[in-house]
């Protein structure tokens, strides 16, 4: 027997609908006015939100994936090459090689950033490049599309590909030829260019150039090479202290930083080395600050000090520098900025040209936020501006 609704009930019907929603609504914009969820990285996101964000996340780049179109010589040993040596300056921080274990910015990040093998097993080609060229909100992960040829970009995923199945020795052994095959032969030397050296078609060295045994030789008598940019200017001394009587009152922001404070604390840190100015470098370089260029690292500010930053500070001071472009992002204790520059010289009878490609990685130090990790590449400009 079929009945029907009366007026009332229909009223009663549309009224407890009505409630209902208003009542959702009212809840849904309690949880972000009132500040009840947390948003620490500290804190793992409930089920049913992790759930939401990780779908969304998938479904998103599954989407857009499917419109890129994936070149047939992306994996070619000439790309790997070149995206094994760029891994290995930029990437490596956050997405743990095989064999080594989390970096403090890996572990402090949420969602936890996946490791080299996860990302190679777990997402095609496609979603791989989509990823890197734009990257992913809310997650630390920056787009080095705006800052980085396609080409390079292909070479990370191509890395990626030849990654299936790899171990430690396997990566540190393609790292490794990478940075002899590229530094050699492909006049594309993604070196800083402060000082070091330059190759033979203008391209600038970056800071730290490594022998066979990994060391880093900058003397100009004892490494072979035709150092003729002139003598490194002279540093301003530095106590070897705790550094507790240094005037940190230049950079005070706290929480939360703005954007433009993360750039303010780059220009500073570049101003810094163009003027010589040893005891303003240390001001903004953390303690253990990581820096890393051609598959080398220094892995304290006294390392540095001891070996590249004179040079550094030689040629930038020479240098005129032609800012291209510039991406930053900010989550927490967090920061990164991404700038690219044209650098140009002239070193003796060598004419230097290149882009440049400095990223920053800033943490907070008690109150005071300071560069933690400094990776440097570049390239022969080719006529770009």
Not at 75 to 93: E, H, P
Not at 306 to 321: E, I, T, V
Not at 357 to 381: C, F, P, Y
């Amino acid at each position: 027997m079929i009945t029907t609704m009366g007026g009332t009930d229909m009223k009663r019907f549309v009224l407890g609908a009505v409630t209902a929603i208003i009542g959702v609504g009212v809840i849904a914009l309690a949880v972000p006015l009132t500040g009840l969820y947390n948003v620490a990285a500290t804190e793992r996101d409930v089920g049913p939100v992790a759930w939401l964000l990780h779908t969304t996340y998938h479904q998103s780049v599954q989407r857009r994936a499917r419109d890129v179109d994936v070149p047939a010589d992306y994996a070619s040993d000439a790309s790997v090459l070149i995206g094994a040596r760029n891994f290995d300056a930029m990437c490596s921080t956050c997405h743990t090689p095989p064999g080594l274990g989390d970096t403090p910015v890996a572990t402090g990040l949420n969602p936890q950033p996946p490791a080299l093998l996860d990302i190679a097993d777990h997402s095609t080609p496609a979603e791989q490049f989509w990823v890197i060229d734009n990257g992913v909100r809310m997650t630390g992960m920056p787009a080095f599309g705006p800052t980085h040829e396609s080409s390079e970009l292909w070479g990370l995923v191509g890395f990626l590909q030849a990654m299936k199945g790899a171990d430690a020795n396997t990566y540190r052994s393609l790292v490794t030829r990478a940075g002899k095959v590229l530094d050699a032969d492909d006049g594309h030397d993604h070196r800083h260019g402060p000082g070091d050296d330059s190759s033979d078609d203008g391209s600038a060295a970056d800071a730290p150039a490594t022998d066979g045994d990994g060391d880093h030789p900058h003397s100009d008598t004892d490494d072979g090479h035709a150092h003729d940019h002139g003598s490194p200017p002279p540093t301003r001394e530095t106590p070897k202290d705790d550094h507790s009587d240094h005037d940190h009152s230049h950079a005070e922001p706290t929480k939360p930083l703005a954007r433009n404070d993360a750039e303010a604390l780059a220009n500073e840190f570049y101003d810094a080395l163009a003027d010589g100015d040893e005891v303003a470098v240390r001001r903004v370089l953390a303690d253990q600050v990581l820096i890393f260029e051609s598959g080398g690292v220094e892995s304290s500010m006294d390392e540095y000090a001891g070996h590249h930053m004179p040079s550094d500070m030689a040629f930038l001071q020479q240098a005129k520098r032609e800012p291209l472009s510039r991406s930053s992002d900010i989550q927490d204790d967090r920061a990164w900025v991404a700038t690219r520059s044209r650098l140009t010289a002239q070193l003796g009878d060598r004419a230097i040209d290149v882009i440049s490609t400095e990223t920053l990685v800033m943490h907070r130090d008690a109150e005071q936020w300071r560069i933690a990790h400094v990776h440097w590449s570049s390239g022969k400009a080719n006529g770009e501006h």
